[in-house]
């Protein structure tokens, strides 16, 4: 079965952290890249932060020194580190992997940013 299971969403004040975490199942192997996105409505869902398999990580502008991307690739996990987090972070933040060309995402995560 494949399947991604994302943790940690929740309710934080201004100024404080969270981390997410996604776990794929394994029968998604083998992964390259791993990704975080995320959508708040109206907008579009847009990506916050991804991670290829060389570890080469890039981030949207709006959370580069603030949020950090990881994954242990001995628990197919990838994280998201997210500090000093702001109002404007809030939305559903979903996980992404893609396996052979073929995207995976998970089922999303709230995370709430009270000011």
């Known amino acids: 079965q494949k399947r991604l299971v994302e943790s940690g969403g929740g309710l934080v004040q201004a100024g404080g952290s969270l981390r997410l975490s996604c776990a794929a199942s394994?029968?998604?192997?083998?992964?390259?890249?791993m990704a975080w996105y995320r959508q708040a409505p109206p907008n579009q869902r847009e990506l916050v932060a991804r991670i290829t398999s060389d570890d080469t990580t890039n981030y949207a502008d709006s959370v580069k020194g603030r949020f950090t991307i990881s994954r242990d690739n001995t628990k197919n996990t990838v994280y998201l580190q997210m500090n000093s987090l702001k109002p404007e972070d809030t939305a559903v933040y979903s996980c992404?992997?893609?396996?052979?060309?073929?995207?995976?995402w998970g089922q999303g995560t709230q995370v709430t940013v009270s000011s």
């Open positions: 992404n992997v893609v396996v052979n060309g073929v995207n995976y």
């Open positions: 394994g029968s998604l192997f083998p992964i390259s890249t």
